[in-house]
């Protein structure tokens, strides 16, 4: 099982790997597009850590919450129990982190622009 923070790092590069790709003149044209394509449809690294950020917030809010996750709403029941999915290495509470505190400041998943020319134009 991997943590919500190796998923993070693994998404943001993914997208890196794709642009990396898509420009890579030494490939043939029907890869580059395919990534193109891919691309068009692949969250930011910015979207992907406001994700991050979103769970955080959610379960800081769903604890503060009396009583059991059976007097919530039946849609909502789960909450409590779900780990978050993305890792916002700008949220520094602990109890949220599921990064080891070595790697928690690591440049992978600092902000990373969107890659420039031909595919910008497909955002």
Excluded: N
Aim: charged letters at 25%.
């Amino acid at each position: 099982m991997t943590t919500a923070y190796e998923r993070t790092r693994s998404v943001i590069e993914t997208g890196g790997f794709l642009a990396r790709i898509s420009r890579d003149k030494t490939l043939p044209d029907y890869v580059r597009e395919q990534a193109r394509q891919l691309l068009r449809h692949y969250p930011t690294a910015e979207a992907v850590r406001l994700a991050g950020r979103c769970e955080a917030i959610r379960q800081d809010e769903v604890s503060k919450l009396s009583g059991s996750p059976k007097a919530l709403h039946p849609a909502l029941s789960t909450w409590p129990l779900l780990d978050p999915f993305f890792y916002d290495p700008t949220i520094h509470d602990a109890s949220h982190s599921s990064a080891p505190p070595a790697v928690a400041g690591s440049t992978a998943l600092q902000p990373s622009p969107r890659p420039e020319g031909d595919i910008g134009a497909l955002f």
